[in-house]
């Protein structure tokens, strides 16, 4: 008897003759993940992707821990796998279910015919199977709404499968399957959250931090380190830029009016940004605003900060509230880790009354008070590279 694990396709069906594409990237992206824990067989059909464990010992579990984080995957299952016959698929039953059932007083088998030339329908399969069960385990009942066990018994093309109620995974489509983007990544909760969802949308993400050293410290940047570490876990590897900030900071305290503080800076990294993407080929800008969240997230302050961009600027969390982005980093896991308290170079000069509605002609004569222009390319020319992944 071997289990396995099944991966169900989202939207992934939907896709028409694309399909062999995304079907490809999901199958790399599980293998690259599940590589480092043994030998696996990945196939794909009817729909599903098939995890097969080729060696004894594999940590099974977190196999599929790993696979459940894998986007374009909607719901997964361990399952045992076996003839397709109904003296066998009972004895997984009782090998699978035997102890749950034992101790259980309801229970329901969900049967799913996916190849219809098997000789049960579906209620045909969950009735006959049903009855075996109860004339083996004397003291449970069926109950279709509300039963403390599920036996859920999947007739396949190749095989017949037995499992319980499968669960959600990432949902999505595979990364891979829609472009790179360059995440502006803070230490904070909003822009590892928009990282993940575009990545949810299958972009390949790479992230860009600016510090500000001495006042912003080495911890700092370990901590934004780690919260790309985390992302991985769903975005896949990510090459991840480090960009010194602080001279660019100092002369705009020292020659532009406080007010604008805020703003000129959100123009420099997006200029930066968007040379560091245009070296990388990289596609489009990503960040962690949320319309009216902070004084620099007004729509007035979008438009001054998009007036310097020429790829698109992607905004996922644009709409969410607070506690929604935050719902969103719990389930990633990394909100755990953006609200450990390390600066961040945005609060290192902030205006004491910064501009809620800025022009953006007011925005653009204030930061002529300076040339930048040196300073960005030197910026980006001083810019670290190195790539992230969790394993
Ligand atoms: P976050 O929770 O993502 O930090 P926030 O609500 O604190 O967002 P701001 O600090 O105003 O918002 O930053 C807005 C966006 O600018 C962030 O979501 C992020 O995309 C980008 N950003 C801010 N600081 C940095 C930084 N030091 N390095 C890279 N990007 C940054
Ligand atoms: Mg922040």
Redesign the pocket.
């Known amino acids: 008897m071997k289990e396995l694990i099944l991966c169900k396709y989202g939207e992934i069906v939907l896709k028409g003759l694309n399909r062999g594409g995304f079907e490809n990237e999901l199958m790399k992206n599980v293998r690259r993940r599940i590589k480092p824990l043994g030998k696996f067989n990945l196939r794909s059909g009817q729909s599903t992707l098939y995890i097969e464990p080729l060696e004894d010992g594999i940590d099974m579990d977190e196999v599929f821990e790993r696979a459940s984080k894998v986007y374009g995957i909607t719901k997964l299952c361990r399952a045992i796998g076996t003839e397709k016959n109904l003296d066998a698929i009972f004895e997984v039953v009782c090998e699978r279910f035997g102890e749950a059932l034992e101790n259980a007083r309801s229970f329901k088998v969900a049967a799913k015919r996916s190849d219809k030339n098997f000789y049960l329908t579906s209620p045909e399969l969950s009735a006959q199977l049903g009855g075996m069960i109860l004339s083996k385990f004397h003291h449970l009942k069926v109950d279709l709404f509300e039963p403390e066990v599920t036996v859920v018994c999947e007739i396949r093309d190749e095989g017949a499968f037995v499992h319980d109620i499968a669960v959600d995974g990432a949902g999505g489509i595979p990364v891979g399957t829609s472009g790179n983007g360059l995440?502006?990544?803070?230490?904070?909760?909003?822009?590892p959250v928009?990282g993940c969802m575009m990545a949810k949308r299958g972009v390949i993400v790479s992230a860009?931090?600016?510090?500000a050293p001495p006042y912003t410290s080495e911890r700092a940047l370990m901590k934004v380190e780690r919260l790309a570490e985390k992302m991985s876990e769903f975005c896949g590897r990510i090459t991840f830029y480090t960009v010194p900030f602080t001279k660019i900071q100092e002369e705009i305290r020292n020659n532009c009016p406080e007010e604008y503080f805020t703003l000129i800076m959100?123009r420099q990294?997006m200029r930066i940004a968007q040379r560091l993407a245009e070296k990388n080929g990289l596609q489009a800008l990503i960040?962690?605003?949320?319309l009216g969240?902070?004084a620099?997230?007004t729509m007035a302050a979008m438009v001054t900060t998009d007036a310097v961009c020429e790829i698109p600027v992607f905004r996922p969390c644009i709409g969410l509230d607070k506690k929604e982005i935050i719902d969103i980093s719990y389930k990633l896991g990394t909100f755990d880790i953006?609200i450990e308290p390390y600066e961040?170079?945005?609060t290192v000069f902030t205006p004491r009354h910064p501009k809620t509605k800025p022009q953006l002609k007011d925005v653009e004569e204030a930061e002529a008070m300076f040339d930048f222009e040196p300073l960005i390319s030197e910026a980006v020319e001083n810019t670290r590279v190195k790539n992230i992944k969790s394993y």
């Open positions: 995440l502006l990544l803070s230490g904070g909760i909003d822009s928009a860009v931090h600016f510090e959100r990294m960040t962690g605003e949320s969240q902070v620099s997230q953006s961040d170079c945005c």
